[in-house]
């Protein structure tokens, strides 16, 4: 069946580090792919997607692209802010809707 | 623009309680569902709604019950709460076509004791 998997965490990096955080997928036909983010005591918010293979999904400094070649979906950015701390869910959704996250990866960002 | 609205925040109960956890959208999207976030396991699919009068089982299903009278509402019912059900639930609701996500709501963090 279709599934998700992300990089155990948790990850601790200095402010101003790279990250990469990796998410491997197995599905049937093409699913759209979509990075989401879970702040403390919060629900979780979309962060970015890609609906097809090499698209590029951005959104406030952070980059993923749709790796179908690999089965990847990476998530990076080139320098990260103690704003960011937050869990990282991947995930995937496919032809008939049906959504399957990653566990998270918790990211710690020190100053 | 509320998005999704759950309610309670926060609940405890006692084992063998029933309660039942508010969910409410006001985006006119069709499929509804409803997690649940417990350490190390991600979210796990419990109940998911194509559209009014419609719903099915998901991943976890036990325990829990669901109905969608109306396209804005799906609450969940748990019948008779054990301390294996304390976890965070989340609804979640998705517009229609390939290109979208879901919408959260902000979870219910419930404690059965």
């Known amino acids: 069946g279709d599934s998700v998997t992300q990089m155990e965490g948790p990850v601790t990096l200095s402010e101003e580090a790279f990250l990469t955080i990796n998410c491997t997928y197995t599905?049937?036909?093409?699913?759209?792919l979509f990075w989401y983010v879970q702040y403390p005591g919060e629900g979780l918010q979309l962060l970015l997607k890609?609906?097809?293979?090499?698209d590029k999904g951005s959104n406030k400094g952070f980059e993923a692209t749709y790796r179908k070649e690999t089965t990847s979906f990476h998530l990076e950015k080139g320098s990260v802010q103690v704003s960011d701390s937050a869990v990282y869910f991947c995930?995937?959704?496919?032809?008939?809707?049906?959504?399957?996250f990653g566990t998270g990866t918790s990211l710690t960002v020190i100053p | 623009n509320a998005g999704v609205t759950q309610t309670p925040k926060f609940q405890v109960l006692k084992t063998g309680q029933s309660m039942t956890l508010q969910c409410a959208q006001d985006?006119?999207?069709?499929?509804m569902s409803w997690y649940r976030q417990d350490p190390g396991m991600g979210l796990r699919l419990i109940h998911y709604?194509?559209?009014?009068?419609?719903?099915d089982q998901g991943e976890v299903p036990n325990g829990y019950n669901v109905s969608r009278s109306t396209t804005e509402d799906f609450p969940l019912r748990l019948l008779s709460a054990a301390p294996s059900q304390t976890s965070v639930y989340f609804c979640?609701?998705?517009?229609?076509?390939?290109?979208?996500?879901?919408?959260f709501g902000s979870g219910t963090r419930l404690t059965v004791v």
């Open positions: 995930a995937l959704k496919n032809t008939g809707n049906q959504f399957y």
């Open positions: 599905a049937t036909g093409y699913p759209s």
């Open positions: 890609a609906t097809k293979a090499d």
């Open positions: 985006m006119n999207h069709e499929y």
């Open positions: 709604s194509v559209g009014a009068g419609i719903t």
């Open positions: 979640a609701s998705l517009a229609g076509g390939t290109n979208y996500g879901y919408t």
